[in-house]
């Protein structure tokens, strides 16, 4: 039997699909296309509106495909299955099954029991069992491998489906994540992503508190990460700012491997804003934290999550928003439209920015972002940086392209050495709005 697996969402929701796939073929199926699968599954995201009408729309597309072939088994799986369950079946006939964030582990027997039934099905019990048990990974994975650490959140900020829809946060044991990130490296794994969707709580069993001063489990697994022979380097996403405390501060800074580019959402700039989202921080706290990171490692650069068009944002809180994103100098931003996610707090508040306000407010941060990076990447010009070779330019076969620590991605013609996966100096001799160029140097 061949499958097909559509992603929508975030890198946790990309980490979940290879492991499902993992898990496929390692009960025998083989990987196909859409149009030629008798497995169709759909790994969904609820985070926006826009996220869920798209998946819907793509799924409702390919009933044509049940049609051509009347064994093809559809289901869906991921953030909008665990939200709508039932009444995606009840919205899409052709749809067999739905399957729930915390029932992954249960893909491979549910699709085995369908085929033999052909009878539709819906779970989405929660079950701590998936949490050990979605670690399988591609056979042949490139240079970068991803691992969940956590799953769940505990946070509630007011806009977020998440800690609805993926359950209440769980950590992993450090042994299982060692033992997976080894087996990773000894596959040729050169770097590891860490995920969680608030990566920094790691190992803090559930208390909803971040960490007092001193006390961070998730540096020691960094620390621990650091000491794995052939790994080159480590990143994790996303640490809420308050877990970012002096303990994890010392780990960054002390671990050879850990990159030094930190991914820090700030949702907001403007105070009021902040409370009503329920974010525990205020905009003078946040800029704390990063001078405080900035302190112990200065060439760290610092991407980040805002949302604009939150209910109530007046003028005034915006340009608060757009004041700190340049004050922080922010190298890399994802800026989202706010959308009401029914189920979380905020979705209660009148949703009072209109759309257009949405968008122009949206793109104002934008293009403060690329003149932003345009200035940074100039600032870049004749410096000796050290790359992790990524393999041929998507843009231009004849060149090669890495990436820094700090996450600059630098192009450049390669020489009889270049193999990917490993570590080579770059002097930067041309820059544009958007690109680094390089000239490797000799090893
Ligand atoms: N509307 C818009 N953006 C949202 N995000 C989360 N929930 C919403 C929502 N309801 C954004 C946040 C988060 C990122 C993953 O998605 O910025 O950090
Ligand atoms: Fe990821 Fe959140 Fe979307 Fe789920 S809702 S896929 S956790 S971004």
Same mark, same amino acid.
């Given at each position: 039997?061949?499958?097909?697996?559509?992603?929508?969402?975030?890198?946790?929701?990309?980490?979940?699909?290879?492991?499902?796939? +993992?898990?496929?073929?390692?009960?025998?199926?083989?990987?196909?296309?859409?149009?030629?699968?008798?497995?169709?599954?759909?790994?969904?995201?609820?985070?926006?509106?826009?996220?869920?009408?798209? /998946?819907?729309?793509?799924?409702?597309? #390919?009933?044509?495909?049940?049609?051509?072939?009347?064994?093809?088994? #559809?289901?869906?799986?991921?953030?909008?299955?665990?939200?709508?369950?039932?009444?995606?079946?009840?919205?899409?006939?052709?749809?067999?099954? $739905?399957?729930?964030?915390?029932?992954?582990?249960?893909?491979?027997?549910?699709?085995?029991? #369908? /085929? +033999?039934?052909?009878?539709?099905?819906?779970?989405?019990?929660?079950?701590?069992?998936?949490?050990?048990?979605?670690?399988?990974?591609?056979?042949?994975?490139?240079?970068?491998?991803?691992?969940?650490?956590?799953?769940?959140?505990?946070?509630?900020?007011?806009?977020?489906?998440?800690?609805?829809?993926?359950?209440?946060?769980?950590?992993?044991?450090?042994?299982?994540?060692?033992?997976? +990130?080894?087996?990773?490296?000894?596959?040729?794994?050169?770097?590891?992503?860490?995920?969680?969707?608030? $990566?920094?709580?790691?190992?803090?069993?559930?208390?909803?508190?971040?960490?007092?001063?001193?006390?961070?489990?998730?540096?020691?697994?960094?620390?621990?990460?650091?000491?794995?022979?052939?790994?080159?380097r #480590?990143r994790?996403?996303?640490?809420?700012?308050?877990?970012?405390?002096?303990?994890?501060?010392?780990?960054?800074?002390?671990?050879?491997?850990?990159c030094h580019n930190v991914h820090l959402?700030l949702?907001?700039g403007?105070?009021?804003?902040?409370?009503?989202?329920?974010?525990?921080?205020?905009?003078?706290?946040?800029l /704390?934290?990063v001078a405080?990171i900035r302190a112990a490692i200065p060439e760290v650069t610092f991407s980040t999550d805002v949302? $604009?068009?939150?209910?109530?944002?007046?003028?005034?809180?915006?340009l608060?928003t757009r004041e700190i994103m340049n004050k922080v100098g922010f190298e890399q931003a994802f800026v989202?439209?706010?959308?009401?996610?029914?189920?979380?707090?905020?979705?209660?508040? /009148?949703?009072?920015?209109?759309?257009?306000?949405?968008?122009?407010?949206n793109q104002i941060l934008l293009d403060d972002l690329k003149e932003r990076i345009g200035r940074k990447l100039a600032s870049l010009k004749g410096e000796t940086v050290e790359v992790l070779l990524e393999g041929v330019s998507a843009r231009n076969?004849a060149r090669w392209s890495g990436r820094t620590s700090t996450s600059f991605v630098v192009h450049f013609e390669p020489d009889?050495?270049?193999? $990917?996966?490993?570590l080579r100096k770059v002097q930067i001799t041309q820059v544009n709005a958007v690109s680094l160029f390089g000239k490797l140097l000799a090893?």
């Open positions: 039997m061949k499958y097909f697996i559509r992603t929508y969402g975030c890198q946790m929701n990309e980490r979940d699909s290879e492991a499902l796939g +993992a898990a496929l073929e390692k009960a025998g199926f083989i990987p196909g296309t859409e149009e030629d699968s008798d497995l169709l599954l759909f790994n969904t995201c609820s985070v926006r509106d826009a996220a869920e009408r798209k /998946a819907k729309g793509k799924i409702g597309y #390919i009933r044509k495909l049940k049609q051509k072939n009347p064994n093809l088994i #559809i289901g869906v799986t991921g953030c909008m299955a665990q939200r709508l369950g039932e009444e995606l079946l009840q919205e899409l006939p052709h749809l067999d099954f $739905v399957l729930g964030t915390g029932q992954m582990q249960r893909l491979v027997p549910l699709v085995q029991e #369908i /085929a +033999a039934d052909r009878k539709r099905r819906v779970e989405t019990e929660p079950s701590a069992e998936v949490l050990e048990s979605m670690g399988g990974h591609d056979s042949n994975p490139s240079w970068h491998g991803q691992i969940a650490i956590t799953r769940g959140c505990n946070r509630f900020c007011s806009y977020c489906i998440v800690p609805y829809v993926r359950g209440r946060e769980i950590s992993r044991t450090k042994d299982s994540i060692i033992a997976e +990130a080894k087996e990773l490296v000894a596959k040729g794994v050169k770097e590891i992503m860490l995920l969680g969707q608030n $990566v920094a709580a790691y190992g803090l069993n559930g208390d909803t508190r971040p960490p007092a001063d001193g006390h961070s489990p998730f540096a020691e697994l960094l620390e621990e990460m650091n000491e794995i022979p052939g790994l080159l #480590i994790f996403t996303s640490p809420y700012v308050s877990y970012f405390n002096d303990r994890l501060i010392a780990a960054l800074k002390n671990c050879s491997k850990v959402p949702q907001s403007s105070d009021r804003i902040l409370k009503a989202m329920n974010r525990q921080y205020t905009a003078e706290s946040y /704390a934290k405080e949302i $604009v068009g939150f209910p109530g944002e007046e003028e005034s809180d915006f608060m989202f439209k706010y959308s009401p996610r029914p189920g979380a707090k905020s979705a209660l508040l /009148a949703d009072s920015v209109p759309d257009p306000v949405k968008e122009e407010r076969a009889e050495k270049c193999a $990917v996966g490993t090893e």
